[in-house]
Each structure stands twice: as C-alpha cells, then as structure tokens.
C-alpha cells in the first residue's frame, strides 16, 4: 500500500490582495528558421554546435527567439534545461507533461555526460538539442567546460534547470549562476540515504538494509554538495516486509514520475514561495493562501 504525501506540512498565510492588471498586446515575432545556422555570431552555442558535429546538427544550436507566451493567469511558459545520465524515464514525462499542456513550459536543451544514452535518443527524436557535460577525457572536443555550459544556458534563456538522473557533481559556477533554479530528484526520503554514491539500486538496497517501513522520491534544490539542498516535496512509498531492490525502485519511480512533474507545473507557474526561515513551500493552485 502506497501512501503518496507531497509536502511535509501544510501552512495557511493570510489571502494577499488582488494584484490589478493592465492588458497589453504584444507583437508576434518571428523565430528563425531552424534549418539555417548563422554564423555572423560567435555565441557560445554556436561555437560548440560548429565543433560537435556528429552529436546533433549545428542548425539546433542555432539562438532561439521564441514567440512570447503568456498564458490567461499572466505567467510566461519557462524554458527548461534537462539534465540526465540515463533512460531519462522522468524527462520524458516532464516533456509529455509540457507537450499537452499540464507544465507551462518547454525543454529547450538536454544535458549528458553519456551522448548516447537512452535520454539523449529521446531528446533528439524530438527535436531538443543535446549538449555533452563534463568533457570527455578520452573526447574532450566532445563536451563542454563549466562556463560554456553557463553560457550556453543563459544564451538559450533557460528559467530552470532540472536533474533527472544525472549522476555528476554540478559544477560551483552553475550552482552560482542558477540560484535557487536548480533541481534534483532522489530515489530516497533525504536527509536519510543520500550523498556521494548512493545513487540507483544502491539507494534502495540501503533502504531495505536499514529496515526502514517507508522510503519514496524526493525533490530538491540543488547546492555545491550531493543531496544537500533544501527539501521542496517528498512522496512517500511503503516498504513491504520482503521487498527486493528492484521491487521497492519500481514503486518509487511511479512515484517519482507523478511527483517530479506536479513539482515542475509549481515551478514554471511561480508557486514556489520562500520562508523567512529558508524553507521552500509550494502554493495551492486552488487558493493561493495555502502552502504545503
């Protein structure tokens, strides 16, 4: 029996005031075209798109300029950058969830250090661009040094960065210049079972030697440690008396799946809200004076 329990305590706050609005029509503007790389800019991005070659076409790298969406409740769609090491099975359903509409945002960029993982093949069989994170010691052409990889995500724009299975340390210069804008999802109930190498079958073969009665995901944000950062949502999964690793992983990667893209809808519609005390809450999307 799974007990899902999103946030660990619920906050009422005083109903904050209307907030008057004023309509504005705005221009359309026209994105160019993706099958044309101009080379008149030697951005970061289109250096390192003319220097991969063969890991995606140089025209994806090109500067986007991407239409202005605002939606109805007057939050703009955030872009998204994707970090994963793997399948990426919780990065397709943040892009599922952004393509039919329950996340007002956009993946605009997948980062890996495995070019040719799972994650990777999906991301280019739909049209997102792939960057390689950290160089490859044997292919160092390849991949991208912290600064370009800063400059690249700030050339394309990107509001957030999420981590979905990526298993490298991120860099200070990113951390730095992503304040509170970077995410993580941990296959275990922090601050318990996390840090340096626990990570996959390991977290969870941990769980069940401890005796623990409940494990499940947690959402994070990200600091210059593993798994340090302040707790923004958990989902909580039994463990039943006989469970194996790859029972118990199944179960909280459903989990995982639900919770990771509900965390991300909050997010990109700026319901993350911060606590005197450093604690991020989230705001009920039903009444905006009731946090979690």
């Known amino acids: 029996m799974e007990s899902r329990v999103l946030f660990s305590s619920q906050l009422y706050y005083p109903a904050s005031p209307p907030i008057q609005t004023r309509e504005t029509s705005f221009a359309p503007s026209l994105a160019p075209s993706r099958n044309v790389l101009s080379f008149s800019s030697p951005s970061p991005a289109g250096r390192f798109a003319m220097r991969i070659g063969p890991l995606v076409k140089a025209a994806s790298f090109a500067p986007i300029v991407a239409e202005l969406d605002v939606s109805r409740d007057g939050v703009r ?25 329950s996340v007002k945002g956009d993946v605009v960029l997948l980062v890996t250090n495995k070019k040719d993982c799972g994650g990777a093949e999906y991301a280019r069989s739909n049209g997102i661009p792939v960057l390689v994170f950290p160089k490859a010691k044997r292919e160092p052409s390849d991949g991208l040094s912290p600064t370009e990889l800063v400059d690249v995500l700030r050339e394309y724009g990107v509001d957030f960065v999420l981590l979905a299975g990526y298993l490298k340390l991120i860099p200070v210069e990113l951390v730095q210049a992503f304040p509170k804008r970077i995410l993580n999802i941990h296959p275990a109930l922090l601050p ?24 499940g995901p947690t959402i994070h944000f990200v600091d210059e440690e593993y798994d340090t950062g302040r707790i923004l ?60």
Do not use: M
């Open 233 to 292: 949502a958990q989902s909580a999964v039994r463990v039943n008396a006989n469970d194996t690793a790859e029972e118990l992983a199944k179960r909280v990667l459903h989990e995982e799946h639900k919770l990771y893209v509900e965390v991300v809808a909050a997010i990109c519609e700026e319901r993350i809200k911060w606590r005197e005390d450093g604690v991020p809450l989230i705001q009920s999307k039903e009444s905006c004076d009731e946090y979690y």
């Open 192 to 215: 318990a079972f996390g840090g340096k190498g626990l990570y996959g079958e390991r977290v969870h073969k941990a769980v069940l030697a401890s005796g623990a009665r409940y494990s």
């Open 77 to 101: 769609r955030k872009k998204l950058a994707v970090f994963v090491s793997g399948g990426g099975s919780n990065f397709k359903k943040i892009h599922e969830g952004c393509s039919v509409g």
